[in-house]
């Protein structure tokens, strides 16, 4: 394998979300001819690729992601030769690109559903996981669906129930049958053949199930108090996460490796045992090339959760993690992670500690659009949801709204520059002051990138976690005699680091990190860091915390 191959160790994928990034037909929608308008913002970044989130066509019922059709370009966000017009210039500039791919489940408008929902015989029969009801009537077994209620919808032309992990309209393929497989890895190779340099794949811990159906057991209750999803009440030892899905995985590499340079990152949920899953998904060359898990993004961002981060990324180094702070499913870090939650509202110095640590994790790193610009969760009155997530769960679930709002590019102009016609999602009154012409944040991202793609420590290195005392976490991360030190200070005061470990430190301004220094201690600002090059290091700073 060639470094050229192995581009996505330690890259920073640039992650789009087509409907909200810009809108170049005023229909209120992005679209593909709006990315393309907007890449050299990406590219300028420093990013290695981005990562497009559905565009296919669909029937919108969770916005993309349930596929009615997996080889054509859905004509909301533009035509095919706008998808090559796209992968054309992101090329030009340098970036590859990676595309969803949604193999778990599909629309209930797909042609494969729409045969086999039609009856029991025939060549799509067994292509979607159906079963006979009880019989008292009542569904198959106990499985819940993410969204809310049972994961099981009755069809009456079949008589059957028919499984759906997310909403009812997107019901889930039947991965253990390899006529399934050959179609969905047939409508992968279509988009390598076009240019694609990969793909990042949907809730892989949902593509294979218990063939034998078995009723999942309940899971004590958290806190002693009634989720408002009910899906946290059962241990998925059935419904999901089953020992089948690496053989599908397997399948996966094995169409990639035909395409040298290809890569696909994986989404893995946060159920227990995730970054377990991460590194056994990951390792080898048989599965896939890097995953990150959901579980970080569900916990918090105070000191013993990063500390036991560290430890987790500590405990074995086999398998690629990429990691993220945010998503298009999740509140925005910079609101749900910050020490006064929203009520903090923007506040720069914290969006540049997220900024540092996620860059500075051993692993490939995935930013969310509008991640670099500092965007806080938008705050949406019920009338503008449009997520069916949050609509049924609201005001106890707001929904992924919050997190899907057009990005802001000029902040004088009408909804920003996203659209000159009314956004599907309303552009924050508060986003506007961190639009892309206006943000200070942007230039640190791009400061910081370029030193980190200089560094082959920081893009390839182990990471040694560091035993420090709260505020402060850091690591020292190490790659063939090349060392960089990492200071985080957690805190909204100024503290102090210890610094005597380190007799030989050379601090690294140049990513935009200089804290004041007094003899062997550093000052770390409120939401500060430090990095610094260090070539001799007293051996009991380098052990595991």
Known sequence: MTLTDDWWRGAVIYQIYPRSFCDSNGDGIGDLPGITAKLDHVADLGVDAIWLCPFF????????????????????????????????????????????????????????????????????????????????????????????????????????????????????????????????????????????????????????????????????????????????????????????????????????????????????????????????LTSGDRHLHMAYTLRPLRGGFDHATLRGLLDELAAGEDGWPCWSFSNHDVERAASRWHPRGRAAGHDPAFARLLMAVLLSLRGSVSVYQGEELGLTEAELAFADLRDPFGIAFYPEFRGRDGSRTPMPWEGAAPHAGFSAGTPWLPVPPAHRALAADRSALRGDWGRFLAWRRGSAAMRRGRLIPLDLPAPLIGFVREWQGERVLALFNLAEAETPADLGAFPDLRPLPETGFAPPREGDTARLPPFGALFAAVETVERRALQPA
């Open 57 to 280: 066509v669909s029937p919108q019922a969770d916005f993309g992601y349930d596929v009615a059709d997996h080889l054509a370009v859905d004509p909301r966000f533009g035509t095919l030769a706008d998808f090559d017009a796209l992968v054309a210039r992101a090329h030009a500039l340098g970036l590859k690109v990676l595309i969803d791919q949604v193999w778990s489940h599909t629309s209930e408008q797909h042609r494969w559903f729409r045969e086999s929902r039609a009856r029991r015989q025939g060549s799509f029969a067994d292509w979607y996981v159906w079963a006979d009801p009880r019989p008292d009537g009542t569904p198959p077994n106990n499985w819940l669906s993410v969204f809310g209620g049972a994961a099981w919808a009755w069809e009456p032309r079949r008589r059957q129930y028919y499984l759906h992990h997310f909403l009812r309209e997107q019901p889930a393929l039947n991965l253990h049958n390899p006529d399934v497989v050959d179609a969905i890895l047939a409508g992968g190779e279509f988009w390598l053949e076009r240019g694609v340099d990969g793909f990042r794949l949907d809730a892989i811990d949902f593509m294979t199930h218990d063939r034998l159906l078995r009723p999942n057991p309940p899971a004590p209750v958290r806190h002693g108090e009634m989720p408002a999803k009910l899906f946290g009440l059962q241990r998925h030892d059935h419904d999901m996460m089953q020992p089948e899905t690496p053989g599908v995985l397997a399948r996966v590499r094995r169409l990639l490796d035909r395409y040298p340079g290809t890569a696909a990152v994986g989404e893995i949920s946060s159920q227990p045992g995730a970054f377990e899953r991460v590194r056994r």
